[in-house]
C-alpha cells in the first residue's frame, strides 16, 4: 500500500522559511530557472486579456518565489492569481530558460490544497466533484444518465423557460451543460478487430466526460484504428485518467485513479495505448512524475506513459490509409480550420499530425487561424470555476474562428469542443466545431458509399 506522504520529485526544498508546508510542493529548482526575461508574457491568454502582471507566468512564478522564500503567506489574493491560471502551458513552450510550468503549478495548486482553506462551497463542490464522482465511472454514469434524461425529456426546456433552474443546487452552472451523446462509451472490455491483416494492437482509454458527451467519437476512433488494421482492445476495469484531478491539486486522487488505470492497461500486452482526448494524453504521458515516489508503482507508471500515444500522433506514425471519401458540398470544398488544444499543441507538443489528417481529407480546404495555439478558455473545470476569464477567452476564440472564415473548426479534446460550441452559439455564429477524427471516419465512410470518393452532394 503506498502512502500519500511519500514525497513527489517536486518537493527538494532549499529554503526552511517556505510557507509551503507538507508533500508536494512546488521544487524551488523548477522556480529559480525563472530569470524573469518575459518572453512568456505575450502567449499567455489571461496576461493578454488583462494586461496585469499578477495573471502572467512570470508573476505567478514571483508568488511562489515570495510564498518559498516566506516574504508571503499563501493568501486568498495569491491564491486568486494562481487559480485564474489555465495550466494551457503556452509559457512553458517559449520559455527559453526551461521553466517546467506545468510541473510547477501542478504541485503549486496540490500544496494550496492542503495548506488554504476554501469557502464551505468551494469545498464541498471539488469533494463531490473529485472525490465523490471523477474516481467513480458507475456513479458518473448514472449522473450522466439522469441529465440525459434531463435533457431529452423536455425538463430542461421548462426548467430554462420557467426559470425554476436558478432555484435548484447548482442552477447557475446548468448552462454550461454539455449535450450528452444520445449513447455513452461503455469500456466492457470489448476488442474491435480489423478485417484483414493485424498491423499492431492497442488499448484504448474512454475516459470520463469524452465518453458521455463524445461516446460517438470515441466509436469513430475504433472504426478509423480497425480500418487501419489496428486490433482495439477498450479494459472494463479502466476509469478516469485523473487528469482534472492533478489540475486542479487533488493529486492524492489523481494517483488512485492512475494506479487504476496502470493495473487495467498492463492487464494484457499491447503495443500502444491509445488516448483521444489531449488532456488525458497528457496526464498519462506524465504518470511516473505523479508516481514517482511510490516504489510499486513507478516502473509500471513509467510503461503507461511510453505506451501512451495520441491517436493523430499513432495514425501519423502508423501511416494512416489515405481517405478518399469528398467532405465537399455541392462542388464547394468545406472550409475548416484547426485549434491546438493545449494539452496536445503545449503539454504534448503534438502539432502537426492533425493537420497532416485534415490536409489527407479530399475535398477540405484547410485554412489556418490566428492565435490557434491560445487557450478557448476550457481547460478542464476552469470554464466551471473561473467562468468571467473563461467567457472572454471563449468569445475571443470565436472571433478568431469567424475571421477564419471556416466553416468547421476542428479540434482534439472535449473540453475544447464544448467551449468552442457554446462560445460561437453565444456568438451567434453557426460554425461546427468537429474532432479530426469524426472528419477522418466520415471521408472514410463516403469513400467507401461512393466507391471513388467522389463529392456526394
Ligand atoms: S519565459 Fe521563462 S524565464 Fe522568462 S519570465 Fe517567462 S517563465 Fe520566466
Ligand atoms: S499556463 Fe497558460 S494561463 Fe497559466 S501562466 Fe502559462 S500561459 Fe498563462
Redesign the pocket.
Known sequence: MTTESQQSPTTARTSNTSNFRGPDVPSPEDMYKCVHCGF?LQ?????LETGLEAE??RG?IALMKAVEEGRAEISESIVGHWDM???????EVVCPSGVP?GRL?EATRANVERVFKRGFKARRARSMGFKGVLPNPKRLDRIGGLLRFYQKSGLQTIARKTGAIRLAPGGSLEKYLPELGDKFFVASGQIIRPAGKVRARVALLGGCVMRLTHGATLEAVTRVLARNGVEVYVPEAQGCCGALNAHAGERDTAREMARRNIDAFLEVETDAIIVASAGCGSTMKEYHELLANDPEYVEKAAVVAELTKDIHEFLADLTFEPPRGSLATEGKDLKVTYQDSCHLGQAQRITAPPRELLNAIPGIEFVEMEESMV?CGSAGTYSLIEQGMSLRLGRRKAERIVASGADVVATANPGCVIQMEQALARAGEGAQVRYVIDLLDESYRRGDEDGDGADTS
Open positions: 512568456c502567449v499567455c491568454p489571461t496576461y502572467s507566468p505567478r491560471c489555465l495550466q494551457c502551458r503556452a509559457c510550468y503549478m487557450c
